[in-house]
Antibody
Framework: QVQLQESGPGLVKPSETLSLTCTVSGGSLSSYYWSWIRQSPGKGLEWIGQIYFSENTKYNPSLTSRVTMSIDTPKNQFSLKLSSVTAADTALYYC??????????????????WGKGTTVTVSS | EIVLTQSPGTLSLSPGERATLSCRASQTVDNNYLAWYQQKPAQAPSLLIYGASTRATGIPDRFGGSGSGTDFTLTISRLEPGDFAVYFCQQYGSSPWTFGQGTKVEVK
């Protein structure tokens, strides 16, 4: 059974870059979309973006100027970098697997497996 | 982006009762690409329903999803103790994917 585990610093200084990694165990990165989502009391659940293979990325327009996602297939990991962070980026960050689904010529993905989440606080 | 509005904010019910949760979209959700998640305290959201009405693997049939276009419903036919949680809807028909603010189902 596939499991996802987020890892990374729990404290990031303002203006620096938040870096998180999601390690996938019990399954392959191939044929799935991989997403990052965050949750905070003020904003609720917010989808950050997704990556499919190494080149195909889709980011939330509200964050696109600061977000970079990447995949490390040999390590079975994918990563999130969020630059120029502020206190508003303080949240619980989740990684999730997206299962591809196509109907009526429109393909998308729903998130069927989530990691437990990791808390990131932005503070000096 | 599509804004999802869930109602009610809180639903107070007893075990065995029926729960009806609503999710309304600000514009049509393409292909009814609408999912429902359950979140219990200190846990990640867990997929219940995708495609508006298809139960995810292992989800009991007391959970049912319905609706299309802009109006969607999650129904829990008979609440069990483990069903008291927060429920979120999420659309993945058009980017950016967006979530509703959640409905809390609590014990009356």
């Amino acid at each position: 059974q596939v499991q996802l585990q987020e890892s990374g610093p729990g404290l990031v200084k303002p203006s620096e870059t938040l870096s998180l990694t999601c390690t996938v165990s019990g399954g392959s990165l191939s044929s799935y979309y991989w997403s990052w989502i965050r949750q905070s009391p003020g904003k609720g659940l917010e989808w950050i973006g997704q990556i499919y293979f190494s080149e195909n990325t889709k980011y939330n327009p509200s964050l696109t100027s600061r977000v970079t996602m990447s995949i490390d297939t040999p390590k079975n990991q994918f990563s999130l970098k969020l630059s120029s962070v502020t206190a508003a980026d303080t949240a619980l960050y989740y990684c999730a697997r997206g299962r591809r689904f196509c109907a009526n010529g429109l393909c998308s993905s729903y998130m069927d497996v989530w990691g437990k989440g990791t808390t990131v606080t932005v503070s000096s | 982006e599509i804004v999802l509005t869930q109602s009610p904010g809180t639903l107070s019910l007893s075990p065995g009762e029926r729960a009806t949760l609503s999710c309304r979209a600000s514009q049509t959700v393409d292909n009814n690409y609408l999912a429902w998640y359950q979140q219990k305290p200190a846990q990640a959201p867990s997929l219940l329903i995708y495609g508006a009405s298809t139960r995810a693997t292992g989800i009991p049939d007391r959970f049912g999803g319905s609706g299309s276009g802009t109006d969607f419903t999650l129904t829990i036919s008979r609440l069990e103790p483990g069903d008291f949680a927060v429920y979120f809807c999420q659309q993945y028909g058009s980017s950016p994917w967006t979530f509703g603010q959640g409905t809390k189902v609590e014990v009356k």
